[in-house]
């Protein structure tokens, strides 16, 4: 089953990741200011991490000790809820996630 998923991860990433994840960067100082469209965006991001973390643990990725320290302040959401700030970092980090989790799916 893990074999299966891990072959359709291009299209997977390519078709819903990735799209989802460059609006998130290209967040703008107006549509931060639309509480709904930031919450929304947000459980977005986070419902794409859980499909991150799943591709990860499917071609048996581990985050690399480097990495860790960085990602950990990603992770974090703001006590006040997430910002404009807080979106733009986790999908950047999310971005880097998921590029590794290709470039290890093409080397497969």
């Known amino acids: 089953m893990a074999t299966a998923k891990a072959n359709h991860l291009p299209a997977l990433a390519l078709a819903v990741i990735r799209p989802a994840l460059v609006e998130a960067k290209l967040l703008t100082d107006k549509h931060a ?7 929304t965006l947000a459980d977005e991001l986070r419902s794409i991490e859980d499909k991150i973390v799943a591709m990860e643990e499917a071609l048996h990725l581990v985050s690399q000790p480097e990495d860790a ?17 807080w979106i733009r970092e986790k999908s950047s980090e999310l971005s880097q996630r998921l590029r590794r989790i290709e470039q290890s799916a093409e080397s497969e």
Not at 69 to 85: K, M, S, V, W, Y
């Open 33 to 39: 200011r639309d509480v709904v469209y930031v919450v």
């Open 69 to 85: 320290p960085a990602l950990g302040r990603a992770c974090r959401t703001p006590q006040d809820g997430p910002d404009a700030h």
